[in-house]
């Protein structure tokens, strides 16, 4: 079974809408969740979260954890066509100062038509 | 230059031959990733190393061999290739409590 789950597995949306992406997950040692954009290339970084209810923030993009609920949602507002590209929610599991493994989700494929 | 860097960035091989991909990072992270990502799979570790000479496996590491002799090196070894084993490849490397920086990745096709 999936440690992660990404929902929905794709979205299509004209320039200018907002979306929210979601993540829910379940491992043992929790350590922290990530989320990574991907455009055909090698996936970079987005945010990284620890604590619940503490929203990052760049620029248009935001994101939030619910430690509780063991989900976590990525907001994308005014989407611009150079939002289009795969999200990636990952979680980190570990313990203590040992290296932790990220479970990633399959990700949701995003399309935004100009 | 600074960065994750892979070799070869395309392969294509046969059944039964051993494929070696390489990864080198120049920050010194001392931990490091393989993962391959496959359609209806997403990304999968295959393994990660916390520091040189210490390796460990993911989720997915039979037929896969890895080393790490120095910091910034971890070679990624397809002993016996089958087709199962057509994917993309990623490594990626991270310090300590930070998130990990991937390479551009290997496309591997195993005819």
């Known amino acids: 079974e999936d440690k992660v789950v990404q929902s929905p597995l794709s979205l299509v949306v004209h320039e200018g809408d907002t979306v929210t992406l979601n993540c829910s997950y379940e491992?043992?040692?929790?350590?922290?969740l990530l989320w990574y954009k991907q455009e055909k290339k090698a996936p970079t970084f987005l945010f990284m979260l620890?604590?619940?209810?503490i929203e990052k923030k760049s620029g248009r993009l935001s994101s939030i954890l619910d430690k509780k609920e063991l989900f976590s949602i990525l907001n994308i507002t005014a989407t611009q066509t150079g939002d289009s590209a795969v999200y990636l929610c990952?979680?980190?599991?570990?313990?203590?100062?040992?290296?932790?493994?990220?479970?990633f989700g399959r990700g949701t494929q995003l399309t935004v038509w100009p | 230059d600074a960065g994750i860097t892979q070799s070869p960035r395309y392969k294509i091989t046969e059944t039964g031959r051993q494929v070696t991909l390489m990864c080198h990072q120049t920050w010194s992270h001392s931990y490091m990733f393989w993962y391959r990502q496959d359609l209806g799979h997403g990304l999968r570790l295959i393994y990660y190393?916390?520091?040189?000479?210490?390796?460990d496996k993911g989720e997915v590491p039979d037929g896969y061999v890895v080393s790490r002799s120095k910091t910034e090196n971890f070679p990624l070894t397809l002993e016996s290739a089958t087709r199962s084993q057509t994917s993309v490849y990623f490594c990626?490397?991270?310090?300590?409590?930070?998130?990990?920086?991937f390479g551009p990745g290997t496309r591997l096709t195993v005819l």
């Open positions: 990952a979680v980190e599991e570990g313990r203590g100062s040992t290296l932790g493994r990220l479970y």
């Open positions: 990626a490397s991270s310090p300590p409590n930070n998130e990990q920086f």
């Open positions: 190393s916390a520091a040189a000479d210490i390796t």
């Open positions: 620890t604590s619940s209810g």
């Open positions: 491992v043992t040692n929790f350590r922290s």
